[in-house]
Each structure stands twice: as C-alpha cells, then as structure tokens.
C-alpha cells in the first residue's frame, strides 16, 4: 500500500471461528491508526472502522486474511444491504421457516395429497421465509437505528454504523415487500389475506420493546404465523382445531429461543432503556424457559393429537423436547457466545419436529403407494 497503513489493536486481533459477532469490539476499532506520514494520525468514523474490520480477518501487522463472510467476496454496493438482511446468519430464516413445514407437512399427511404439493409450497414458503425475514430485520433496523448505537453487538449494522442511510432502506423495504407479495400471490385468496394481515405484527415488533417486557411474545405471534398459513396454503382453509395449537406452541418456543438470544445484551438494554423477558426472567430464566419448553412441545404434540399423527411425529417431538432440554442445561446466560450457542440449539428443536412430521407423511405416502 503507497500510504503504508499501520493497523493496531488493544484486544485479541482475530475472534475464534465460531463466535456469532463476525467485527471487532468499539474498543479495537477505537484504537486503530492509519498513517499516511511519520508520527501523523487520523481519527476514523465508525462507518471507516466498520469497512476496515469487514475487509480484514487479520489486522495484525498488516497482513490481511479472507473475507470474514461470504458476503465480502460482493461488490461492495451491495454488502450493506444484504448485511441489513442478515443472511449471513440463516437461523432466523430458518426460526421463520420451520412452522411453515410443520403445518404444511400435516396438512399434506391429513390430506394424503401427492409428494409434489408439500414439496412446490415448501420451496415457495422457503423463498418467502428469506424475503420476509429480511424485510423485518429491515424494519427492525430502522426503528432502532439509533438504540443499535448503543449495544455493542449491534452498534456496526449497517444502519447504526451509517453504511446506508434511513432512505435508502426504505426503498430496499419496498423492494423486499413487492418480492414477498409476489411470493403471497402464488397462495389462495385465503390464504392471501391471512397472511397480509401478519404485516401489522412485523411492523409493530420493534417498537414494544419500548414499551414492554414481553417483545418476544410479539416476535413470536408474527414468526409462527405460518403454522396458519401454511395448512390453508395447501387445504384452502385452516383447520383451527389443529392450527391454533401449533401456533400457541411456537410462540412459547419463540419465547424460549428469543429470551436465549436477548440475554447476549440484557447489560446494553439496561443502559438503553430497551425492555425484553430476558431482562424480567433475570434469576429465574432456566426455571421458566424450562416450563415454557415443557409447554411448547406439549401443544406441539396435542396438535399431532388432532391430526392424528404416527409414531414417527411423535419421535421427532421427543428429539426436538431432548434437544430443547440440553440447550437449557447447558447455556450460561451471563456469557455471550454460550447464549449464542443456545438460541443456535433452540432452532434445532424446530428441525427435528419437521423431520417427525415429514417421515410421517412418507410413511404413508410409500404404503399408499405400495
């Protein structure tokens, strides 16, 4: 480099591999020195440090490493608007996605429809799951532009750190809106209107936390709406008997999963006047997650119940209840990547649930067809 860039750091120059935060701490960033001359200093803005910490893996003498992301390996226009999307970190897609295969897989096992109808709805309520859950971090991120300064795990989003400015994200919201309406217009007019009426939720999420303790009961009233629509997608109408267990199970699923992730910032939220169950748990959070896990898979299995699942769904609650129990066990909730590690592990239940209600319907979709 003609300049001869100089790069120091006060803490570790390079996280492990397997921590969540892909930048550097403020305190890092605040210590860097670009030297274009002997004994001269530059102060960099946090939008200068962000990009410096996103081009280098490595800032130790120079040297730089691959990208910290794949997202790096992009033109650098558009990495500020897929980081405003996370989807460098799919589990929350993922969260988004798995009520949707619930539903739709025992709706399919109710129904004995052929594989080609679960498979032509999961593919689009996947693709759905990934705009949708990148228009509601998009959202997020614009309510809370200026609260993400203050956290550390969230002061370099794009929004926070300045990469893209108010407007901009918003015409990228239109952009990710128009997408997920193309993907809702493939469903039926119920099943349309059903879920354009989850919008009110997603928009209205970022602000309880202002205003409530129970944000994530919120979260989780707009993250399991596909457990509605999913069944109405293929059978034209929901079946409530079955639906609204499932639903009331992954909301306290999403209560278990997202008190696990809000406990990585309960000492910034303090300071920020942010509200959230981790913060109203406090002592007694393994005790009532614990409860509300036992809850979630009891529903889960109740709305098996109604629909007259096999043994096999039953299983894949089991795996998903045992895999829900480690998590509990396991996580410290006063150490960030052990929180991590735990909302990580949450989404597994929601896999394994999937897996009992999918080798259900193949069960007997090969006896069928035997």
Known sequence: MNLGLR??????????????WHLFSYRSL????????????????????????RKFGTLSNASVAP???????????????????????????????YPCTWSITMVSYALEVPWTTPLTYISLFGLGALVMRG??????????????????????????????????AFAFLGLQLTAGLGVLTQLNWYSILLGASSLSLVTIYPFMKRVTYWPQAVLGLAFNWGALLGWSAV????????CLPLYAGGICWTLVYDTVYAHQDKKDDVNMGIRSTALLFSEKTRPILSTLSASSMSLITYAGYMNGQGPLFYGGVALAAAQLARVMWKTDFDDR????????GCGWSGFWIWMGALADYTTLFFAASG
Request: aromatic share 8%; net charge positive; proline share 9%.
């Open 30 to 53: 605040h210590s860097l020195r670009c030297y274009g001359q002997p004994n001269a200093r530059k102060s960099l803005t946090l939008q200068q440090s962000v990009h410096l910490a």
């Open 337 to 344: 990547p052990s929180c991590w590690k735990g909302f990580v």
């Open 67 to 97: 990208p910290i992301t794949w997202v790096d390996r992009l033109p650098k226009p558009v990495r500020p608007y897929l980081y405003l999307t996370r989807i460098d970190k799919p589990i929350g897609t993922l969260l988004l996605f």
């Open 235 to 242: 059978a034209g109408v929901t079946n409530w008997s079955v």
């Open 7 to 20: 790069l120091h750091f006060t803490a570790s120059t390079r996280l492990p591999a397997h921590n969540p």
């Open 135 to 168: 228009a509601g971090c998009t959202i997020n991120d614009m309510w809370d532009r200026n609260l993400d300064k203050g956290v550390e795990r969230t002061k370099t989003r794009p929004l926070a750190a300045g990469e893209i400015t108010p407007t901009q």
